[in-house]
């Protein structure tokens, strides 16, 4: 649909007034007419014009005096003004340019001449409003993904990072600074190399895009994972002069199981360091991996179907994580547990702080005894146990795998002991 636009036109003479007024109708505009200055303020306060035709001489009010007051409510591009003159009037003219006018046309008008400026000035401030509407989009969306924008000058190495951006890494707006090293320098010794070699490899090749996941230095202290993703502003010749994109915090994608939120292998295996490094450093601290494997889970993934299988699994996610948190083991000062599933039909269980390996086995049956009630899927009773292997961290733990090496180890052999459902790891199963 074609905009219309709408029109003021200032004049104290009737005959001005109409006869302008009708020509601008026939032109497709909507015209307003203002019988001298203080109807014209009057208007413009209340309703919404394009554009303003300001005649210059006018009894009580000039046009120059209605000019001085329009600029503390609108802007020259908010609302473009013509003055309507006299050819003897030019130091008018030149005034009127000074308090903001945009154009001029002279009396006896050229109505050719005078549609032409018009239609000048009305698509102006067309197109700021539109751009001024895109850039808003665009701002909003940007607050709606949370992201960080970044924008890399490449013929001065200097980057200008977004305050979100720098929200994201914990800092304030005035503490980064303008060089990319302010980047790079945060990014995880592992990923460093990945990260330069998918940006030089972006900006040589001329593809279309740049994007990269890393983990990138907190304030805190703590690494976060990032998705990054930018592209090359290239000249003529396709040699790049600039590169822009965005940060993603994906941490917590990148660290949950997809299907129960819980937490997945990779931060798992952070937790477990964090837990035997805690152990080095204290000798009275102790930990324990439970590894619970459902019994039967294939039974039901098969003949229910997999969309059943995941709900059973989100299931007993919620059974499973409800009994920890009344057990008396984890609920005394210290102790704390962490569940995860890595994968599969099996759930880990951290116990941090426990006193001896029995705390283990009594958290071990009492989830065995919470899953022995039948959940309620889509309608249906499923049934599923759990067979449970312990690894303790008095086995003397250097590495996460190491701990999940034996607590799977454990699982195994209460799997193929008909006479136990929860064994304890012992060196001599290996």
Known sequence: MMRQGSLLVVDDNEL?????????????????????????????????????????????MSGLDVLTRLPTAHSDTELPVIMVTARTQGKDIVEAFRLGANDYVTKPIDFPVALARISTQVSRKWAVEDLRASEER??????????????????TNEVHWSP????????????IGISPDEWFNRV?????????????????????????????LHRSGVFRWVLCRGAAVRNSAGAATRLAGS???VTDAKLADPLTGLPNRLLFLALLERAIKRTERR??????????????FTVVNDSLGPLTGDRLLVAVDRRLQSSLRTTDVVTHEDAAFTLARLGGDEFNVLLDE????????????RLRSALQEPFEVEGQQVFTSATVGIAVST?????PDEVLRDAGVALHRAKSDATTAVEIFDPAMR
Request: with cysteine.
């Open 283 to 296: 000798t009275n601290s102790m930990f324990a991996l439970l590894v619970l494997g459902l019994d039967r």
């Open 188 to 216: 995880h010794p592992e990923d460093i190399g990945r990260v330069r070699q998918t940006l030089t490899a972006h900006l040589g090749d001329g593809s279309d895009h740049y994007e990269n996941e890393h983990r990138v």
């Open 354 to 365: 426990i006193t001896d390996a029995s705390d283990a086995i009594r958290v071990a049956e």
């Open 395 to 399: 086995t003397g733990y250097e590495r």
């Open 16 to 60: 001005n007034r109409d006869a302008l007024s009708r020509c601008l109708r026939q032109w497709g505009y909507l015209a307003t007419v203002a019988a001298d200055g203080r109807e014209a303020l009057e208007l413009v306060e209340t309703g919404t014009y394009d554009l303003v035709l300001l005649d210059v001489e006018m009894p009580g």
């Open 138 to 155: 665009y701002a909003l969306a940007v607050r709606g993904a949370n992201d960080g924008l970044w924008d890399w000058n490449l013929a």
């Open 164 to 175: 979100r951006w720098k929200a994201m890494l914990g800092h304030d707006v005035s503490e």
């Open 247 to 249: 940060f993603s915090d």
